[in-house]
């Protein structure tokens, strides 16, 4: 029987180095994956009785994607802001009832819905899709 005689190794020590440079790899791919869009909130509400029968409404016909709308038998567009600015100061108390053609995107109607607000409008409202 032979005697073992060399001497027992040290066990190495586990660096932590690598470990550390995965954790700030993972961080950074994270911070610069993810977006920070600010959200704005835009107040829609439906007016009550009391307020629908002392206002004025107002419906607002959305015709198209580009933008296109009519309110009576005027044809305007959203990429014209003066329009809804000379149709809000004609009347900023009456209530604005937004009507929506189908296939209309939603995108679309937000951007006058919004557009109405910008203007001066003190109540807008949703009507559906026709």
Do not use: C
């Amino acid at each position: 029987m032979l005697l073992n005689t060399e001497q027992p190794r040290h066990k190495r020590a586990i660096s932590l180095t690598p470990l550390i440079d995965v954790v700030f790899i993972l961080l950074l791919f994270f911070m610069l994956s993810s977006t920070f869009i600010q959200w704005r909130q835009i107040d829609v509400s439906a007016p009550s009785e009391s307020q629908s029968e002392s206002r004025d409404q107002r419906v607002v016909t959305l015709i198209s994607n580009d933008g296109k709308y009519k309110i009576g038998n005027m044809t305007l567009s959203l990429k014209d802001m003066d329009s809804v600015m000379t149709v809000v100061k004609q009347d900023p108390e009456a209530v604005y009832v937004i009507d929506v053609k189908s296939g209309i995107e939603t995108q679309t109607m937000i951007d006058l819905l919004d557009a109405f607000k910008q203007a001066g409008a003190k109540s807008v409202s949703l009507a559906g899709v026709n």
